[in-house]
């Protein structure tokens, strides 16, 4: 369903395939409703564009962003692998490859946005958070988690590294040893364990990180927003060349054999399991 | 530490020893409902095969109970409560 409207008390609601978001009393609630677990490919890539564009033209009236699931799920899954590996099976080689470029040049543009946006923006997750899912929730600010929410970096199982901005992101928040630690082993942190390693900002119980997300936008809403912005760009630079980089070795490990086969393995697999690594 | 069989545990009984200290009955008393939970997640783990969405589940359940720190990989093969067991006391 598309389709928005403006009430006179300034609140606006867009709902779009993948994902809805709405804008009240100057916070800006981004949803995210893709069943099964919000998994990101083509389709919530579009509504991500769309939503970028909005945030453009929303942040003159807003001092927040939240980011959250209305899947029981999970925040996110991360990419859609199965979407990936059907696409790249229907193409000659290079046209894949630049496929796969094309869509992380896309995908980094938005989080890249979202990253710089002015405002003080919050995931607030729950469930599953990994890959994409997780490089969407470190394009934030600040991570509320519930206590059920799990943190994790797979690709390494598929032959691959991070390509949404992850590994730039991770290094700037956390100490280099646990970046290798979840990288390297593609275990998954619990909430806990994020918020003592300096990642996640608040544990809360199970189902109410979108409420305790939605308490700490009210208090940042008592600071002047222009003095919240200018502190932002001083406490987080964007570290674009490193994410760069991180595009051009994404796609040089797609390109290999080993990579298909995992993908192949990962979609075809009847494991009950196979988000474990 | 000793581990009953499975079948004959009722669920209060399932205590791994801390250490040389066994969890305060009242602890276990407060906490029931939780490991209670916790239990019927590792049963249906272990008589059925639960999706790997649910065994995350678990695996988080099973760490904030016991307070430890559970690799995925450590799940991967194990079949009955003594493992399971076997697992977390040797994270404590």
């Known amino acids: ?277 | 530490m000793h581990v009953p069989d499975e079948k004959q545990v009722p669920h209060r009984a399932f205590s791994p020893v801390r250490n040389d200290k066994v969890f305060e009955l009242t602890d276990m008393q407060t906490a029931e409902q939780t490991l209670d939970e916790i239990l019927t997640l590792a049963a249906a783990h272990f008589k059925v095969g639960i999706d790997s969405l649910q065994t995350l589940d678990l695996l988080t359940k099973l760490e904030n109970h016991f307070r430890v720190e559970l690799p995925d990989y450590e799940l991967q093969g194990v079949s009955d409560f003594r493992t399971l067991a076997g697992k977390i006391q040797a994270r404590l």
């Not at chain 1, 099976?89 to 002015?118: S, W």
Request: glycine fraction near 8%; aromatic fraction near 6%.
């Open chain 1, 1 to 277: 369903m598309h389709g928005g409207k403006a009430a006179s008390t300034g609140q606006c609601a867009v709902s779009e395939r993948a994902m809805s978001w709405s804008i009240r009393d100057g916070v800006i609630e981004l949803a995210l409703h893709r069943a099964p677990c919000n998994e990101l490919g083509s389709l919530s890539l579009e509504d991500l564009e769309k939503f970028a564009t909005a945030l453009q033209i929303m942040e003159a009236e807003a001092h927040a962003l939240i980011i959250y699931s209305e899947l029981k799920t999970g925040f996110c899954a991360g990419a859609d692998l199965r979407e990936l590996y059907q696409r790249s099976q229907a193409m000659e080689k290079a046209e894949a490859a630049r496929g796969v470029r094309d869509f992380l040049e896309r995908i980094h543009r938005v989080l890249n946005l979202i990253d710089a946006t002015p405002l003080t923006t919050i995931a607030a997750v729950h469930g599953v958070t990994f890959g994409g899912g997780f490089e969407l929730a470190l394009a934030c600010d600040l991570i509320v988690a519930d206590k059920m929410a799990r943190f994790c970096f797979p690709e390494l199982r598929l032959g691959l590294i991070p390509g949404f901005g992850g590994i730039p992101r991770l290094k700037r928040d956390l100490g280099n040893a646990v970046v290798r630690d979840l990288l390297l082993t593609g275990r998954s942190f619990n909430a806990t364990k994020a918020q003592q390693v300096g990642l996640v900002s608040q544990v809360v119980g199970e189902g109410e990180a979108l409420r305790a997300a939605r308490a700490t936008a009210m208090q940042l809403g008592k600071f002047d927003r222009a003095t919240a912005a200018e502190a932002k760009k001083v406490i987080k630079p964007i570290p674009l060349d490193e994410l760069r980089r991180e595009i051009d070795v994404f796609c040089e490990l797609f390109a290999r054999p080993a990579v298909r086969d995992g993908l192949k393995k990962f979609v075809e697999s009847t494991d009950a399991q196979p988000y474990l690594p």
